[in-house]
Nanobody, 123 residues
Framework: VQLQASGGGLVQAGGSLRLSCAASRGTFGYYHMGWFRQAPGKERDLVVA????????YYADSVKGRFTISRDNAKNTLYLQMNSLKPEDTAVYYCAAGAAGYGLGYISNYKYWGQGTQVTVSS
């Protein structure tokens, strides 16, 4: 599966952004999906994830109550709605796909990656 992330940009603290990740060349509905982020000088971390069916989700503590992950399997698209953004949310955001049947937090399962989209939150 190939992934194309979009929707990043510059926003003021407290603002919102919606990221999208379009999938092609594969059966999107077969995969668990996640959004990772990597800030300068830091490791790439899992932020949110969703099972292939959308029935279960994972949220890192730092984004609970502010971010919402969703997917539309009919449109082969993953979304990340980000509200109440903070400067510490500034990072490159990557979408990734992993095989269903593994836990959402199993990082090594995410084999397919999008190219990343920059999110910058100004204070």
């Amino acid at each position: 599966v190939q992934l194309q992330a979009s929707g990043g940009g510059l926003v003021q603290a407290g603002g919102s952004l919606r990221l999208s990740c379009a999938a092609s060349r594969g059966t999107f509905g077969y995969y668990h999906m996640g959004w990772f982020r990597q800030a300068p000088g830091k490791e790439r971390d899992l932020v949110v994830a969703i099972t292939w069916s959308g029935a279960s989700t994972y949220y890192a503590d730092s984004v609970k109550g502010r971010f919402t992950i969703s997917r539309d399997n009919a449109k082969n698209t993953l979304y990340l709605q980000m509200n109440s953004l903070k400067p510490e949310d500034t990072a490159v955001y990557y979408c990734a796909a992993g095989a269903a049947g593994y836990g959402l937090g199993y990082i090594s399962n995410y084999k397919y990656w999008g190219q990343g989209t920059q999110v910058t939150v100004s204070s």
